[in-house]
């Protein structure tokens, strides 16, 4: 599903990739309906800074309001790098965007954030703690999204209008056949649905704390995602610690930002603000992946059943390119 881009300036030293979508943009997979809502955005800016997962750095980043049809979008050195999926790439333990050799990682928290909340339209400014920097990193908090669902809460969400001052009606993906990506044991498929829902399942054997789990969530009110999603941290495995370290990973990380789970003594920082935390975790991640098959102010999550096993960042991206394809 290739889209018309237009190229159009909102200010003097400011240009937004204007995406324009209509209900006839389609494919024998995926169709694009009107949802019956309008495009939302900020009503006001709000600025945040904290310490990165992987690269230890501290980095600041303010969330502004936008017009419809602008979408999500970063601002890292005086140039935009759409909140998109043709910009993200693959790397470990993360999801990151790239382009003019500009990369910012970790954005999933943030992104999982925008998307369940109806904030569709934004300029996401992003700052590191040096002005050489060819990289930036989006603060982790407590490992969890909830920092920033309490930020955009604070500032409040309004009606975004385009150029002319009007209203514009949001879009959402509808699947129509099942999409499926997968690689060895681990996949995730999106079945069509009358409702968007999400089910997710992990599985650590080795881990008898985690073991296997599964979830399955639907944001059937505007608060679902604070209650049940947004609140719950990032994890991983002890002893898979010290390799991680060794790779360049996790730089930043601490008992204050991850949940860290001992194959031997089980959970080394309790108590868990749910029982099935890990879990929850994931489609907090997957939210945010799948955000990235939103263009012009439109959904990212689409209505569909999603159903993932044991994957990552990488299969929750693949299947955001096949939602987008022509």
Not at 58 to 79: D, H, M, Y
Request: proline share 5%; net charge negative; with cysteine.
């Amino acid at each position: 599903m290739r889209l018309p881009v237009t190229v159009k300036a909102t200010k003097p030293s400011f240009l937004v990739i204007w995406i324009r979508y209509s209900s006839a943009a389609s494919s024998p997979t995926v169709s694009l309906n009107p949802s019956g809502r309008l495009q939302q955005t900020l009503a006001g800016s709000v600025e945040v800074k904290g310490k990165s997962l992987h690269s230890g750095k501290f980095s600041t980043v303010k969330l502004n309001p936008e017009i419809a049809g602008a979408g999500r979008f970063f601002e890292f050195r005086s140039r935009f790098i759409p909140a998109s999926i043709e910009f993200a790439q693959e790397s470990p333990l993360c999801t990151t965007l790239l382009k003019d050799e500009l990369k910012i990682r970790t954005v999933e928290h943030l992104l999982s954030a925008l998307e369940a909340k109806g904030v569709d339209n934004c300029r996401i400014q992003i700052e590191s703690e040096s002005s050489d920097d060819r990289e930036v990193e989006v603060p982790i908090f407590d490992g969890s999204a909830k920092e920033w669902v309490d930020a955009i809460q604070g500032v409040g969400i309004n009606a975004a209008q385009n150029h002319d001052g009007e209203s514009v009606e949001k879009m959402v993906a509808h699947v129509n056949k099942p999409v499926y990506v997968c690689k060895n044991d681990t996949f995730v498929a999106a079945f069509p649905a009358l409702e968007t829902r999400i089910t997710c399942g992990i599985d650590f054997p080795q881990v008898p704390a985690i073991g296997c789990q599964w979830f399955s969530w639907r944001p059937i009110h505007e608060s679902s995602f604070a209650k049940d999603i947004a609140s719950s941290r990032t994890f991983c495995v002890y002893e898979e610690v010290e390799r991680m370290r060794e790779a360049g990973l996790i730089k930043g990380g601490s008992l204050d930002n991850a949940i860290v789970c001992s194959a031997e003594h089980g959970w080394m920082n309790p108590p868990l603000r749910f029982d099935d935390e890990a879990c929850r975790h994931k489609i907090l991640d997957l939210i945010g992946d799948l955000s990235l098959v939103s263009r012009g102010g439109n959904g990212g999550l689409p209505v569909a059943h999603i159903v993932a096993y044991k994957a990552g960042h990488a299969l929750h991206t693949d299947l955001a390119r096949h939602l987008t394809m022509d």
